[in-house]
């Protein structure tokens, strides 16, 4: 039988921290696919005149929800 690597972690506490260093990569993760997302639906939205709309109905949300999402993550 193999021995097991040392990496694993041996207790509450160091399990505890490596959630949290894998939760923040995660979370960083997230932030950086939900900015990166929005500053395209701008782009798209400024296409042509009408735009804005037309991304909202392929989103399925309000016209609104579209300009304060891109506001938010472009700004």
Do not use: C, H, I
Not at 34 to 42: D, S, V
Not at 56 to 65: M, P
Request: proline letters at 4%.
């Amino acid at each position: 039988m193999t021995p097991r690597p040392e990496a694993q972690p041996n207790t509450a506490e160091d399990l505890k921290a490596a959630v949290q260093v894998a939760k923040s990569v995660r979370d960083a993760a997230v932030a950086a696919a939900e900015t990166a997302f929005w500053q395209r639906m701008g782009e798209l939205s400024k296409s042509y005149r009408g735009a804005q709309k037309d991304v909202a109905a392929a989103l399925n949300v309000e016209r609104d929800a579209v300009y304060k999402n891109v506001r938010k993550y472009t700004a």
